[in-house]
């Protein structure tokens, strides 16, 4: 989840814009004044020099201060306003000017001390912030965001006693904020969010009470003060993602003028209240004008707070990741009622999906997973028409699923029992909207639902884990027009993949493993050139092994594993292709043939490190008229039998690069060109026939963790250079012709004795088993010893566990967005 930026609040952009068009006089272009003093002159020209153009990367500043120089009055310069009767420079704005440097606690700036307005917005400033910025006295705007500034804020702000506008945001500032801050008694915006600072906020804080925005987020502060009641101005609040504890300041829900709260991802504790819960108080709440409450990811308790939906201007609700417990009760509320969103999800919540959530009109989304509802989903839901997103995965929830459902944007309903589908004929006469549509993990069985073929807006389909059978229908060529990822992984499917991916342009990712799948792989797939993934594990088919997917240009995942591919890998002079796959699993079916040294050249992904984030990417989800660059937690697996037992390792990225060629039938020598894969990390070629000596190329991948070359017709020595590869935990040489010197390396000198039993020319393996000798096993031992050994590995990028319960709760209603002059 996850997190790294400050939650949703959509209207802040309006206070923003306020705040902008009253600065108006020191933000637009230059006066009709014409002169410039020529002290203001020279304090900009020191400024600019202190910052100078770097020789090998001229473009820093030079475009944009161009017009600093002598030929033309100062007051035009770039950036600069001056005073239209004094000539006094009261405004420099030079937001997204590279100046690459540290600011000189003797600056040319300093000198500009009739400043009204400092921006120094995305500078790729850095170093201290210098005390000397206390001299600039007159100061009501001060921005220095999204810059790498590090230390403490000097207690000299204090002299800043005119402020307010303060925004420190994303910098790496550190420490507790000085006592002096309290002086600043003027300020109205405070945005010190995407920092270091720790400690308690200083008790003066107290004397800022004409603040009208707070936002602390993603720092490490502990402590708010006691008493906030006397902040009678403030409109949002946002002290998300700290370490802040105890529980909740009541005080803060006392201000009528509070519309934003963030408390999210915190150590409160206690249960939700706002003031004493008398009949009077709660009557009282009902003239707050909270619009959006954010409580998520604490370690809140108690029951459901009913008393919150009596706030009549809350729309935006999320208590999800505390200790919540107990039946929910809506209570009755009016028609009235503004909630657009509400976020329950990861509590204890229990009991049955009251029928009286249908009171709520405005409900958009509605998150209530990984809790343990029980019942079936109420008809009543159905009233709710404004309804796009309903996220119920894990819990109890059993019975059939209601076919009104398809008229929503977003359905998950993984993790529990539901067992059949609502006669949907007479819905889906009509559009349908569904766009997500998570089945996955339930009870459903029977044939594949053809009216799933009628979803025409549908981009995610899983139905993964449930016990479907009989044939993939064609008729899902319709759906794969739109469809980004289909994943129909652990069923009883059989009959073969239908050839209906010409038009599935869009499709990142298909996972059908675990089936009973046969025949041919559908060449159709050739058409995929978006596809991320593809895995067909563990089931019946027969065909050549598909060289043609070497040319789908983003295939990062390639799993054949446990099917009945056969012939060769490479059959010139066809092209290899292959260059972005980081993970391929093609073990246990029956390939044969050498592979030529240049085999794994045109690997390029593996050789390098990839710089983004190995979890594969799903489709654009909208959300509230705005399309989220969504990305799917999809948690890929490596499996490693120890001990008899297959145990599944979630989470592939692009750490991970792995080959298992494992269980076929391969020979000739390993190809050299395997050490140009210098990121990866698993190597898998036992139970083949590869002769010949082991590479001295393998020294060249210093990353690799597993390597696994048993039961081959291996011989010459193990090369001493890999006793040098660090990082190597688990190896396997068992079972081939090598003779000479085991390696010294430390990682060597671990290993148990059996990884490399039945070499017996090889030597030097008196410590590796002086305490634990492994008899000879019998030849029926020998045969099945890659799935009975301690240590055998089979390393595989096995199928899709996807996790949507993440996204729904996290990403879908709990946005995290990058610009924080529109959102805060």
Known sequence: MIPSQSCYFFSVVTLYFFFLVSFLPYTLASPTFRYCRHDQRDALLEFKHEFPVNESNPIPYDASLSSWNKSIDCCSWEGVTCHAKSGEVISLNLSHVPLNNSVKPNSGLF??????????????????????????????????SYNYFVGQVPPSIGNLSHLTILDLWDNKLVGQLPASIGNLTQLEYMILSHNKFNGNIPFTFANLTKLFVISLYNNSFETLPLDMSGFQNLDYFNVGANSFSGTLPKSLFTIPSLRWVSFEGNMFKGPIEFRNMSSSSTTRLQYLNLVELDLSFNNLNGSFPAFLLTIPTLQWVNLEGNQLKGPVDFGNMSSSSSLKFLNLARNEFNGSIPESVSQYHNLEELHLSFNNFIGTIPRSLSKLAKLEYFCLEDNNMVGEVPSWLWRLTMVTLSNNSFNSFEESSGVLDIETQVQWLDLSSNSFQGPFPHWICKLRSLEILIMSNNRFNGSIPPCLSNATVSLTDLLLRNNSFSGTLPDIFVNATKLLSLDVSRNHLDGLLPKSLIHCKAMQLLNVRSNKIKDKFPSWLGSLPSLHVLILRSNEFYGTLYQPPASIGFQSLRVIDISHNDLTGTLPSFYFSSWREMSRLTGEDGNFRLSDVPYMGKVLNATAFFVDSMEIVN???????????????????????????????????????????????????????????????????????????????LGSLSFMSTMNFSYNFLEGPVPKGTQFQRQNCSSFMENPKLNGLEEICRETRVPSPTPQESKDLSETEEQVINWIAAGIAYGPGVFCGLVIGHIFLSHKHEWW
């Open 643 to 721: 001990k008899g037992v297959e145990t599944e390792f979630k989470r592939i990225n692009e750490d991970n690069k792995i080959i298992n060629f494992a269980g076929n039938r391969f020979s000739g020598n390993i190809p050299e060109s395997i050490g140009l894969l210098e990121e990866l990390r698993h190597l898998n070629l036992s139970s083949n026939v590869f002769s010949g000596n082991i590479p001295q190329s393998l020294a060249n991948l210093t990353k690799l963790e597993a390597l696994d070359l048993s039961q081959n017709q291996l011989s010459g020595q193990i090369p001493q250079e």
């Open 111 to 144: 000198k500009l001390q009739h400043l009204h307005n400092l921006t120094l917005s995305n500078c790729s400033l850095y170093g201290d912030i210098p005390s000397s910025l206390g001299n600039l006295f007159r100061l009501t705007l001060l921005d220095l």
